[in-house]
């Protein structure tokens, strides 16, 4: 049962035929009987609307609330928003964001850097009941229960039930079923020995590792009933992108080289998440980032002023495209633009490119779904002469229903006033973003039971399955001799691995030389970027080679254990590819992984799991060849150490 103060009505159908009434979840609105069947009376005017009937076809219930909606309230369906810092002890909805009590706790707010526009930040009520907003990302919290996430949940659909036509919240998430890294600004790192509160996965790139359409539906499921329980309604994601150049430091976010793999396991992906059709199960997919983020210029971060230019020298336009018509088969209710500035077909970033959503996306491909903006603040590539009043009327004018990133529509309600934009206009893409939250039945009840969060969000059973898929990602590279899976009773020295996770496979040694084998775990070589304005501080990016990378020390640290004459392990996280030919003589056995546990990793290496997991991409011999491909063309490198699909077995 929901939690007390949610009216709830399950009503049995006695007469054959007769409409099934569906649950309903209200705090703020009234009930309303019509013959025996019941209603929520949203906008409090004591009679049914036709968009409060739920026996109504959607179409006429949008048609309805769209004929009741002021421009200020159908501007706010045109805002994306991002809310962070306002969860208090439990979940309660805070109206003031609580003093900061780290990087994880719930009042984080990222520091303000170089050459980012700052944004204001209204409390809830005021982005709800003032502005209008309904949809609204929230950022994962790896110390927040899922009780808690619930909760807070409820709270703001309460806020909004609340208001003037009762028009609930669609809740959006970016990917949280990864293992947080060190290093990374979201997620926020789980305290130390905290148990998930969520089920673990590998990264999306560990899935096209993995190769099995059947893995992806199986996270998806569980997924998706996780994010429900939450109360969340819309993932960004998935990425439909090819990693074709090897330098892109966003490689981990998407399945991989192969256009074919990568459009079986989107397809795939989006099924499982929006089910056959959206209802009050499904989790709306917006895939991303249309037509394809891959083949970014050097591989430089286009987030960032220096990488803003997408290339294709290789003339590969259209084979970007392949995972994205996948998601269309797939009835992707979401599609999200790129941001960089696609050479050769407009002078402006994706987001602002009449070109890219209206002609190619709206017109030739024939996607009436929602079009999310990426958060083009401060990625105003081509437009930077522009307002930023200019630059939303350029994104409205090219197809885009909602403003990523921004809290405010008084912009595109100033456009409205001045008649730079018609009303009809809005009417557009409030259609568009109106139609899938009535499909998802968050009209009749956006509420969810933070009692049975606890149950289901992390569950064994959950959590059982994400550790399986992430030990059927692992790649082995190399197993000199049969080195590998090392059996047990072994003495071994580890770096960079959990102890207390070490403890359990085998006996600790004092240092290398006393050990039966050694193991280290490295990150893949990065350089970051020094020069220019950057919104993505710290972004992985340049050289696939140790030698000369930010983190060159682990080369060093490789050297000196494979000196001590013992079997040498190496396990590398392969975020992008790396060049492996600095050291891979040395190493009895190589690894690659895409984040899992370090659980996950022993298991493969000590044999409680076979390797089984594939190459997702091409591993350059050097970085000359990296140099000489050309970004928008898959398997282009000379003379390859590994080639895409490699990847040796054992038995468990």
Not at 8 to 28: D, E, I
Not at 385 to 408: H, P, T, Y
Request: charged share 25%; aromatic share 8%.
């Amino acid at each position: 049962m929901l939690r007390q103060g949610v009216a709830v009505v399950v009503l049995a159908a006695v007469m054959a035929g007769a409409p099934r009434q569906p649950q309903l979840g209200a705090r703020k609105a009234p009930l309303l009987k019509v013959n025996g069947l019941s209603f929520k009376d949203l906008n409090r005017n004591g009679k049914l609307d036709r968009y409060e009937d739920w026996r109504l076809p959607v179409e006429q219930r949008v048609e309805d609330l769209i004929g009741q909606m002021t421009v200020e309230e159908k501007a706010g369906l045109m805002i994306h928003s991002s809310l962070m810092g306002f969860t208090g002890p439990g979940g309660v909805v805070l109206d003031a964001p609580p003093p900061p009590r780290g990087g994880a706790a719930a009042g984080f707010v990222p520091p303000r850097r170089e050459g980012v526009i700052p944004l204001d930040r209204p409390n809830p009520t005021e982005l709800i009941l003032k502005r209008n907003v309904r949809w609204i990302l929230l950022r994962p919290n790896p110390a927040e229960p899922p009780e808690a996430s619930a909760t807070f949940a409820n709270g703001l659909q309460e806020i909004a039930e609340g208001s003037r036509l009762g028009i609930p919240l669609a809740l959006s998430s970016d990917p949280r079923h990864a293992p947080s890294r060190r290093g990374a600004p979201f997620p926020a790192a789980a305290p130390a020995g905290a148990a998930p509160n969520i089920s673990q996965w590998p990264e999306q790139i560990g899935f096209a590792a993995a190769g099995d359409p059947a893995l992806v539906r199986e996270f998806g499921r569980i997924a998706a009933r996780e994010l429900r329980a939450l109360g969340i309604h819309v993932t960004l994601s998935p990425m439909a992108d090819l990693a074709t150049e090897p330098r892109w430091n966003r490689i981990a976010g998407t399945f991989g080289e192969d256009a074919k793999l990568s459009a079986a396991l989107v397809k795939a992906y989006v099924e499982t998440f929006q089910g056959p059709r959206l209802g009050p199960e499904s989790v709306l997919c917006v895939t991303k980032h249309f037509p394809g983020d891959g083949p970014v210029k050097e591989g430089l971060d286009p987030h960032n002023d220096y990488g803003r230019w997408q290339v294709y020298p290789g003339n590969n336009f259209d084979h970007h495209l392949i995972p994205f018509r996948a998601a269309f088969d797939a009835k992707t209710g979401g599609i999200m633009p790129g941001y960089a500035i696609p050479v050769g077909y407009d002078t402006v970033g994706m987001g602002f490119s009449k070109v890219i959503v209206g002609d190619l996306l709206r017109k030739k491909l024939a996607f009436n779904g929602v079009v999310i903006s990426d958060w083009l603040r401060n990625m105003p590539w081509g437009v930077e002469d522009l307002s930023e009043k200019q630059r939303q009327q350029r994104m409205v004018e090219a197809g885009v229903d909602q403003i990523g990133g921004d809290n405010d529509p008084k912009f595109i309600i100033e456009l409205v006033r001045d008649g730079a934009v018609a009303e009809s206009r809005l009417d557009e893409s409030a259609r568009r973003v109106l139609k899938p939250m009535f499909e998802m039945g968050l009209f009749e009840n956006p509420y969810v039971d933070p009692e049975a969060s606890k149950k289901i969000v992390a569950s064994k059973a959950f959590l059982d399955a994400g550790a399986a898929a992430q030990r059927r990602s692992v790649v082995l590279l190399k197993n000199a001799d049969g080195l590998l899976p090392l059996g047990a009773g072994k003495k071994i020295y580890v770096e960079n691995i959990a102890a207390e996770v070490a403890a359990r496979y085998g006996t600790a040694a004092g240092d290398a030389g006393q050990a039966d084998a050694v193991i280290i775990a490295v990150d893949a070589p990065f350089e970051v970027h020094k020069g220019g304005a950057s919104f993505f501080r710290g972004a992985h990016e340049g050289s696939l080679a140790y030698t000369g990378a930010e983190n060159a020390g682990e080369l060093e640290k490789i050297r000196r254990l494979a000196a001590s004459g013992k079997p040498l392990i190496v396990a590398m996280y392969m975020d992008r590819p790396a060049v492996l030919s600095e050291f891979i003589g040395q190493a009895g056995a190589v690894l690659a992984h895409f984040n899992v546990s370090d659980a996950a990793l022993l298991d493969v290496i000590f044999g409680r799991a076979p390797a089984v997991g594939k190459l997702p991409f091409d591993l350059p011999r050097d970085m000359e060849s990296v140099r000489k491909q050309k970004e928008d063309v898959p398997h282009d490198l000379e003379n390859p150490l590994f080639r895409t699909g490699f990847g040796l077995t054992t038995k468990k």
